[in-house]
């Protein structure tokens, strides 16, 4: 009689044990299919916040503009980027003066971190950003403040809608990305572009690759 019942309860623990592999076999299934779904949600929750984020750097571009007579900040101003000089306007405060190379500056300038890109700020040696996620388009903004370049005001953009302001960039050792060579497809083979009138639009590579630097007949319709 126990040697029956013995044998059922081994009976019993392969039955279990199999019902449990093909459970977990279920699960692996079900996993794999579910994935790339996954994986598809979690890429448009990036591509829209960095929507957001080119939107708020406008804002700031804006109360920039507003709080220096309509000048546009351009790429530098005594070593000042441009990034950091709107960075008051978006926070209420200056930032650390520090660079990208700091351990703080992914922190510290997160409202310059797309988060579709996988390569963080530091030293372009390393392979890294050396300012931010994204670039000017200093055709509109004008580079520095040297002889050689220029300073505009808002009120020389005659359509805004159809300016190239700030774009995802994928030059890692400059913040100038006047050039659609320079701009990054990191969402979906399309990068977003902030317009100088605040609309965020995510432009696809094989209409950018078409147009080449931005000038004032494409990109930069400043009249």
């Not at 990034?83 to 209420?92: E, T, V």
């Not at 300038?109 to 988060?115: A, D, L, S, T, Y």
């Not at 950003?129 to 055709?139: D, E, I, Q």
């Not at 300016?163 to 100038?176: A, F, L």
Request: glycine share 6%; net charge positive.
């Amino acid at each position: 009689m126990k040697r029956n019942k013995r044998c059922k309860s081994l009976i019993a623990s392969k039955f279990t044990l199999i019902e449990l592999l093909i459970t977990i076999a279920i699960i692996a299934i079900l996993a794999a299919m579910l994935l790339p779904t996954l994986n598809k949600a979690r890429e448009k929750a990036h591509a829209i916040s960095c929507v957001n984020k080119l939107k708020q750097i406008g804002l700031g571009q804006m109360g920039y503009c507003d709080a220096n007579d309509g000048w546009i900040a351009n790429g530098s101003m005594s070593a000042n980027r441009w990034y950091s000089r709107i960075y008051p306007f978006m926070y209420g405060r200056e930032p650390l003066w520090i660079d990208m190379t700091d351990d703080r500056a992914m922190k510290e300038f997160v409202g310059f971190v797309c988060p579709s890109e996988k390569v963080d700020f530091g030293a372009y040696q390393n392979d890294l950003f050396t300012h931010t996620h994204y670039g000017l388009n200093t055709k509109l903004t004008g580079s520095n403040n040297n002889t050689s370049s220029f300073l505009r005001k808002t009120s020389a953009v005659k359509k805004p809608t159809e300016v190239v302001h700030v774009v995802d960039t994928s030059r890692k050792n400059s913040y100038d990305s006047s050039h659609q060579n320079y701009l990054g497809y990191r969402h979906n083979n399309k990068a977003n572009i902030l317009y100088f009138d605040g609309h965020v639009n995510p432009e696809p590579k094989v209409k950018m690759s078409k147009l080449g630097a931005f000038t004032r007949s494409n990109w930069c319709n400043i009249g």
